[in-house]
């Protein structure tokens, strides 16, 4: 693990929060994909894999 980039990607998470409360404020944010899905899967290592967890 890289010290650095690990704090990098941490102080980027609020900016990143408020960019997806954002979109969330607009509606629904999987209204842009094509149609034909049956599924989506969200993905992650660490703790995005939790992350991904709560979003499914």
Do not use: T
């Amino acid at each position: 693990m890289d010290a650095e980039l690990f704090l990098a990607d941490l102080e980027a998470k609020p900016e990143a929060l408020e960019g997806l409360a954002l979109l969330l404020e607009r509606g629904d944010p999987f209204e842009g994909l094509p149609d034909g899905f049956e599924r989506i899967v969200f993905l992650g290592m660490g703790s995005s894999r939790y992350a991904a967890g709560v979003a499914a």
